[in-house]
């Protein structure tokens, strides 16, 4: 199954569990395919010079009064939520953070090694039954409290690959592996405990991928014998096209839905791929690009009203500030920035919000505590007073800000960075005290494609860009061996070409990253030389 063998892999590939993923794989997969081929044709047809709109065959559902399911106990109350893989020193930090829930993520802050993946299910298990523990190179031992957060899981999207698993001959689906396996191994243990198999669904692009997402869940409640809607799951508005589809896709979920979620970096990347050949699309640099520009604006105001006349939660998005424990200023400045992106959340109708780093979480709490005081959440504010059209959703246009050299630099120096860091198998990078995932990454490589083949940057530019960055790293790394060998430069600037100088779009970074990560570092026992 694996290219290399992995500790843990024999806790997690029983023959139950691969079982149990490989029905999935066989009953879902055609469907799969059969949407992500509608994603490329709903693509091309943008590349062509079409829009986006609301839905004219499902005007009904918008226009109903239907609600979703009212949230578990444990789901009621969401003010905080931290993000971050799935490591094992992580989790404990993260479950300990006095936040309200912790999603442990197999997406964009993951690299996804084998032994990355094998080992984040064995992690799960371990902090469900409460006896994960890690003790540090230096001797320091860490545990989980008397009281953790609430456990939420993102599994892949559905357009990326487990390639380590072959069903029939076929790579099974990330999205469905990753699902399965936590599913299978844990549902129950978590029902037993009084929670239940909570995910966050990532890069949706229509209420058909929620529907499939809704077969998948009935299918797999039935399997192993629990009432249906124990799943619920909070799908995070990371794209454009399904900005248009948000009452229709809480109407497929809406037995087992947990809200939707504010993806703000991936919705900006998202914007960049729809429309990337068209001027009038062109975004300035990325720090420009901040939620209060008019086409963020409306499409974070939109997703409270939604959910809220749904009965659903509406989570706010991801502050990337990292906090600083040995700069002072720098720690302050950024717990400001942090404050203020979560005063004007709450203050909008959000019911919570996420953190990348346990020092975040009492600010960002302080912030929903002054709005929500004693309330869980706030999902009776129904928001009539938002009226937002397509042409709001699609007001690139009046996206202040310039596209500048800093800029470039910028963006060739996160991608290269967060590029070599996700070969090393972290998904999350601290670059210039902003954690960067691959949904950052993609908004810097995206950003260069566009640039470039809209007029405003030449290829020659961009390589002199990434050399200049290159000699800064080397400079601000000092360390020679790492920059020659652990760091991988060389590969790591090929992929970003490969991204963000290519011809023709590629889709996801991640799939040749991916390809990569395989074929030239798993191969060789997962280790650099």
Known sequence: MGAVDVQGAEQVLTDEAVAFVTGLHRRFE???????????ARAAELQAGGTLDFLDETREIRAGDW???????????????ITGPTDRKMMINALNSGARGFMADFEDSNSPTWQNMIQGHVNLTDAIDGTIEFTSPEGKDYRLGDEVATLLVRPRGWHLPEKHLLVDGEPISGALFDFGMHFFRNARRLLDKGSGPYFYLPKMESHLEARLWNE????????IGIDRGSIRATVLIETVPAAFEMDEILHELRDHSAGLNAGRWD???SMIKCFRNRPEFLLPDRNSVTMTVPFMRAYTELLVRTCHRRGGHAMGGMAAFIPSRSDQDANEKAQAKLRDDKRREAGDGFDGTWVAHPDSVANATAEFDAVLGDRPNQVDRLRDDVDVSAADLLDVKSTPGEITEEGLHNDVNVGIQYISSWLRGNGAAGIYGLMEDAATAEIARSQVWQWLHNGRFTADEVKRAEDE??????????????????????????????VALADDFPEFLTLP?????LENIERSGGRFS
Request: proline share 7%.
């Open 30 to 40: 055609g469907r799969r395919q059969e949407l992500l081929r509608r994603r490329a």
């Open 67 to 81: 609600t979703v399911s009212p949230p578990p106990p444990d789901l009621q109350d969401r003010r905080v939520e």
């Open 216 to 223: 998948v869940f009935e299918h797999a409640e039935d399997e």
């Open 267 to 269: 919705y900006m990347f």
């Open 469 to 498: 960055e290159l000699e800064r790293i080397r400079g601000e790394i000092g360390d020679d061996d790492w920059f020659e060998r652990e760091g991988r430069p060389t590969e790591s600037r090929m992929l970003f070409e490969q």
């Open 513 to 517: 990253a991916y390809d990569y990560l």
